[in-house]
Structure formats: C-alpha cells, structure tokens
C-alpha cells in the first residue's frame, strides 16, 4: 500500500503540479537572443518532446523503484528520479519562456513508461537496469539530435539540453557499472520503435 500511495503521489506532481528543481537551470544567466516564430515555434516543439521524456523518466523511475527489494537499488533509482525532477523543471521553464505548452497526452506517456518499468522491474533488477541503461542511451542520442536542430539563437534552451545529455549518459554509465543486464536486440528496437512515435505526436500534441 505505501509503495502504491507513493507511487500515486509521484504521478500527481508530475503530470499536475509545477515541479521544483533542486538546482538552478543551465539557462539562467545565458544571454538569449531575439527568436523568430518559426524559430520560437521550433524551439518549443523540441522542448515539448524533452519535457515529455522527463515525464515518461519520472514515471519508469518511480515505477522501479517501486517494485525492486534492493535497499541500494531503491536509492539510486529515487536519486535519478531527483535529478530528472530537475530536467522536467528546466524544460516546463524553457517551454513557458518560448509561450509553449507540454504535451496533451502526457498522461497517457506516463501510465505508458509506468506500466513499461513495473514490467521490467518484475524481471529482475538486473533487466530493470538494463533498461535503464537503454532508456538513457537513446535519449542521450535524441537530445545530441536536438542540438542539432535547435535554432542557434536559443543560447537558453540549447544550455538545457547540453546539461540533459550529460546527466542521461552518466545515468546509463551508473547503472551499467551496478550490473545491468544487456536487452536482446528485439527489446532495443522496440523502444527505439515506440520512442518514435512518442517523439513524433509530441513534437505537434
């Protein structure tokens, strides 16, 4: 019951409650240069995606955590969900900045990373590791994707997401070293498969 009412508590804040970082963003204090709309509208698509898989984070985090018996585990996991508290708060900063609005849909992403980490965390905790470890690889790519794409101009959001990359990559390199378990090659594609399509509405709903 408690993991249950904790478990409740977490998706309340997250989909409902403005989140509050621990840390300051690595947008403040970067000067920012005027935007055109196409570039402000492009800017809060690519961070509507970011804020969706802080949100999906949030959920597959808390999800673990909630299922493994590992006191250790427990731990690492509830101190990724902290600092990927603080990504959720950056993002929902930069998209309220360029006069975007998250996604429609984030509660369906959540119930969707929640049922997706309770089931790996029913394997083992070294596939729920596993998957940890592949979660945070593929959004580390996406977010060097997004540099990419994210107009030159927008010193602030691009600041963000430099940060985000490297939190993510550390996440991957933690938890690979904790005794992760390598997914089987179908299990990859899958994720890469349904990130796509998560990624591809967010980018519009």
Known sequence: MDSFLIAADAALKTLFAKPAAAEPSPARGVAQQALSA???????????????GEVCAQALYTAQASVTSDPALRRDLLEAAREETDHLAWTQ??????GARPSLLNPLWYAGAFTIG??????SDRA???????????????????????????????????RMQADEERHA??????????????????????A??????????
């Open 38 to 52: 196409p570039e402000r509208r492009l800017s809060g698509a690519l961070m509507r995606v970011n804020h969706v």
């Open 93 to 98: 900063e930069r998209l309220d900045a360029l």
């Open 118 to 123: 309770l089931v790996a965390a029913k394997v």
């Open 128 to 162: 729920s590791l596993g998957f940890v470890v592949e979660t945070e690889r593929q959004v580390a790519q996406h977010l060097k994707g997004h540099l990419g794409r994210l107009p030159q101009a927008d010193h602030a959001s691009r600041a963000v997401v430099v």
């Open 173 to 194: 390199a933690h938890a690979l070293a904790s005794g992760a378990l390598p997914l089987p090659a179908p299990a990859r594609w899958a994720m890469r498969a349904a």
């Open 196 to 205: 796509k399509v998560m990624t591809t509405t967010a980018h519009y709903l």
